[in-house]
Structure formats: C-alpha cells, structure tokens
C-alpha cells in the first residue's frame, strides 16, 4: 500500500473463472499485461479447495531471481512475479495448511514479491483477484466480497447461474466500483453506505411518509435517497447498502422518471422500482411479481405528498455539507464515522483548499493500514503518524471513527474528538 501521492507498481487485475478454467470476465485496472487465466487458475485450485490457505512469500531482490520460501531459496527463473512463477513456488513450497482467516473460509491467498493473488468461491465459479501486496488481505477480501454481493443482487445466488445462459457483458461498471471504490471510497472502504445526517424529528416524518407506501401485501420495503447518500429507509443494512449502490451507479438518467429492475434480496427475487422526485430519489421493493403500472398510482401521491412536506419540514435537499469548522478545529483536517450495526457512514467533504485532493488520498491510505489492524492485528485503536499527519482510529462493537490530523495537534486530542464525533452524529445516522 503506497502513500498518497505514492504511484501503485503493481496494477490491480479481476476475473472470474469456471471450474473448467473457461475465463468469463477479466479486466486489467491499469497498464499491466493481462493474467494467464489458466494456469492462475490451476494454481488457485491447488490451494486446498479454496480453504483459505496462505503462503507468505517473502520479499527479495528482483535482480537474484529468487524468493524464500520455508526458509529456502527458489529458483524463479524470471526477475519479476507472473501465473507460471507462483505455480512453480507453489508446488515447491509444498502449501497444504496454513491458515489466514479473511471473513470466511472460501477466501485463497498467496504472496509473490510485489503481488498478492486471492480468490473467492463462489458455487462453480471463482472470483481472483490481483493487486498490489501492500494492498492487505482485508481490503482484498472486501473487493471480493463487493463484486460477490452486487452480482448476487443482481443475477441472484451464484448456486442458480448456470452456464449457458450466464453472461457478465454489461457488468463491467459493476467490477470497477467494486475493485477501485473500495481502496478509493471511505464509505465503500468500511463496508457502509453515505448516509445524510437528519435531525431525529425530520426522520420520524420521513419514516411516517415512507410508510403509508407499505400499505398493502405486495410492498416489501422503501427508502429515499439524496444523490448517492440514503436520507431515510426502512429495510434492512444490506439491502440499502445494495439499493444505494445500484442507484449510485446507474442513475436516471436526463428525461427518465421511472425504472423497474428485478433483484435479488433476502432469499427471494424482488422488484426495484425507482422513481426520480425533484430532488431526492423514491425506491421501493415489491413483489417480483408486481406489475409497476399497479405501483405508479400510489408512487405518483407520495410526490405529491413529499412536496407538501418539503415546504413544512426541513428535509435536506442537497447533500449536507458540514463546515468542518465548526466540527473540527483548523488543525484537525478530516474524519469518518461508520455506524458497523447500520452499515451507515458519516464522511463530510474535506474543506475547499488546494490540498483536498491530497488530504483526500492521505485519509483513504491511512483508513486501509487501520482496517487492516482491525481485522487482521485484532487491535481496537490505531494510531499512526507519517509525512505531516497523525492519524487515530476506533474500532468497537457499534461505531468505528477515523480522525485525521497535522503533525503537531497531540494524539490525546485525537482520542477527545473521536469520543466527540460518535456523540454528536450517532443521533443524526
């Protein structure tokens, strides 16, 4: 994992394979040559079903073409890591059982050099994925399990796709954001959803509105999004987090006022039925089996409910922008609030300065080394300093906080705002 600034060597690559070895997607984020499906393929089947079997292969000298392995040099026979070369080490290394627990057991890692390969199961298909080594095993796995999810709500449970009749042309939006959202995207980097911080008042009125939808038998569920930030749902974590997305990354578009779009969620296949209002987005769950000129009618006296409300309750109508000034001192230039129970996440743009973008990159790298300690070190805090930032993260049962500050503003203040933050916003979530 480069620091801001710092360029990735490596470039992140995605595919998805048959148990055959046929190659149904792959796609290079960068300018690296592409991966040989095959034999990447036959190596990942070695590694033990897919049980989460690791191999750390340490760091050496390009120019020595070698790499230790169990304490013993190998031979690679090529100065920089490619498919053929981690079949080779693989095999010598002998891998058969040392376990890494990602954030579920069908999870295969290996390390090469500058490379970490990981693969996920998915029925009789595998998901791999290649990106730099420094990138983490947590933030590999949340890539794979972000293409995982959004499929899966899309095209329903890997165990139905079959073969002939399975195609993934169309879904290369879908990759992307999965792939290069998660290491680029706070919300999207802790497995949350923007949400819109509402006054408890405001989200009773809401919830009220949303509800008199919910009326009848063949109604599963609504939410109202502003932009790409959920004002107020009432379904559950994932399946905002699903909808909010899928919204975010194929919005109406121009003149288009309604889209229907069967998903699948909790079990079953479901419509989505997408309506534009003037400012906000309507978003229902029926019954798959609803026809959406049943649903208009009511979806048509909720606009015109919504904007009688909009002239009687202060709703947000736009994305609120929080001066953080008045959040956060002058030194103190960013933070995050992850709500892990709701799956929802506070993160207010960074002040209009020249250094946004940086100061942008420098929260997102600090972010992935906490995740990282999080998940994989156990820790509960991290506090991390570099260039001219420190850095403080929290992780309990209910909230996790990123802070970002200068050098020179002391940890303990650091700590004080994170405790701060949670109490102020936990309310508005």
């Given at each position: 994992?480069?620091?801001?600034?710092?360029?990735?060597?490596?470039?992140?690559?995605?595919?998805?394979?048959?148990?055959?070895?046929?190659?149904?997607?792959?796609r290079?984020?960068?300018?690296?040559?592409?991966?040989d499906?095959?034999?990447?393929?036959?190596?990942?089947?070695?590694?033990?079903?897919?049980?989460?079997?690791?191999?750390?292969?340490?760091?050496?000298?390009?120019?020595?073409?070698?790499?230790?392995?169990?304490?013993?040099?190998?031979?690679?026979?090529?100065?920089?890591?490619?498919?053929?070369?981690?079949?080779?080490?693989?095999?010598?290394?002998?891998?058969?059982?040392?376990?890494?627990?990602?954030?579920?057991?069908?999870?295969?890692?290996?390390?090469?050099?500058?490379?970490?390969?990981?693969?996920?199961?998915?029925?009789?298909?595998?998901?791999?994925?290649?990106?730099?080594?420094?990138?983490?095993l947590?933030?590999?796995?949340?890539?794979?399990?972000?293409?995982?999810?959004?499929?899966?709500?899309?095209?329903?449970?890997?165990?139905?796709?079959?073969?002939?009749?399975?195609?993934?042309d169309?879904?290369?939006?879908?990759?992307?954001?999965?792939?290069?959202?998660?290491?680029?995207?706070?919300?999207?980097?802790?497995?949350?959803?923007?949400?819109?911080?509402?006054?408890?008042?405001?989200t009773?009125?809401v919830?009220?509105?949303?509800?008199?939808?919910?009326?009848?038998?063949?109604?599963?569920?609504?939410?109202?999004?502003?932009?790409?930030?959920?004002?107020?749902?009432?379904?559950?974590?994932?399946?905002?987090?699903?909808?909010?997305?899928?919204?975010?990354?194929?919005?109406?578009?121009?003149?288009?006022?309604?889209?229907?779009?069967?998903?699948?969620?909790?079990?079953?296949?479901?419509?989505?039925?997408?309506?534009?209002?003037?400012?906000?987005?309507?978003?229902?769950?029926?019954?798959?089996?609803?026809?959406?000129?049943?649903?208009?009618?009511?979806?048509?006296?909720?606009?015109?409910?919504?904007?009688?409300?909009?002239?009687?309750?202060?709703?947000?109508?736009?994305?609120?922008?929080?001066?953080?000034?008045?959040?956060?001192?002058?030194?103190?230039?960013a933070?995050?609030?992850?709500?892990?129970?709701?799956?929802?996440?506070?993160?207010p743009?960074?002040?209009?300065?020249?250094?946004r973008?940086?100061?942008?990159?420098?929260?997102?790298?600090?972010?992935?080394?906490?995740?990282?300690?999080?998940?994989?070190?156990?820790?509960?805090?991290?506090?991390?300093?570099?260039?001219?930032?420190?850095?403080?993260?929290?992780?309990?049962?209910?909230?996790?906080?990123?802070?970002?500050?200068?050098?020179?503003?002391?940890?303990?203040?650091?700590?004080?705002?994170?405790?701060?933050?949670?109490?102020?916003?936990?309310?508005?979530?």
């Amino acid at each position: 994992m480069n620091f801001a600034g710092e360029a990735d060597t490596v470039d992140r690559h995605v595919l998805m394979v048959t148990s055959s070895g046929e190659c149904l997607f792959s796609r290079n984020y960068g300018h690296g040559p592409n991966l040989d499906v095959a034999t990447l393929s036959s190596l990942l089947q070695q590694l033990g079903g897919f049980q989460a079997y690791y191999a750390n292969i340490s760091r050496n000298q390009f120019s020595n073409d070698t790499a230790r392995v169990d304490g013993r040099d190998v031979g690679l026979g090529a100065a920089m890591p490619s498919p053929a070369i981690l079949a080779r080490i693989a095999s010598e290394a002998n891998i058969t059982g040392n376990a890494v627990q990602l954030e579920a057991s069908d999870f295969s890692a290996i390390s090469i050099l500058n490379a970490r390969f990981v693969a996920k199961q998915l029925a009789s298909y595998t998901l791999i994925l290649s990106s730099p080594r420094d990138d983490g095993l947590h933030l590999c796995a949340r890539q794979l399990h972000e293409v995982e999810s959004s499929l899966t709500f899309l095209l329903g449970p890997p165990n139905k796709w079959r073969r002939t009749v399975f195609s993934l042309d169309g879904f290369e939006d879908v990759f992307e954001r999965s792939v290069l959202g998660v290491v680029s995207q706070p919300d999207l980097l802790v497995g949350g959803v923007s949400k819109t911080p509402v006054a408890t008042e405001v989200t009773e009125r809401v919830d009220l509105a949303l509800a008199s939808l919910e009326n009848d038998n063949t109604t599963l569920g609504s939410l109202v999004l502003l932009g790409d930030s959920v004002l107020h749902s009432r379904v559950n974590a994932e399946e905002t987090r699903q909808v909010a997305n899928l919204c975010s990354l194929r919005p109406l578009k121009n003149s288009q006022k309604v889209r229907i779009t069967p998903v699948y969620s909790e079990g079953q296949w479901k419509s989505l039925v997408v309506l534009a209002l003037r400012w906000h987005t309507l978003c229902l769950l029926v019954t798959i089996d609803t026809a959406l000129m049943s649903v208009l009618p009511k979806m048509t006296q909720f606009e015109q409910m919504w904007e009688y409300m909009l002239s009687q309750t202060p709703i947000p109508t736009s994305v609120v922008s929080f001066s953080m000034s008045e959040v956060l001192g002058l030194d103190l230039i960013a933070f995050v609030l992850h709500d892990r129970v709701r799956c929802k996440t506070i993160a207010p743009p960074l002040r209009d300065d020249p250094s946004r973008v940086l100061h942008t990159a420098t929260l997102v790298w600090f972010m992935r080394a906490a995740q990282e300690a999080f998940y994989q070190s156990k820790l509960s805090t991290v506090q991390l300093t570099k260039a001219h930032y420190k850095f403080f993260a929290v992780c309990d049962d209910n909230y996790q906080v990123f802070i970002l500050g200068g050098k020179a503003v002391p940890s303990d203040r650091l700590e004080v705002e994170a405790s701060r933050i949670v109490s102020f916003f936990k309310v508005l979530l």
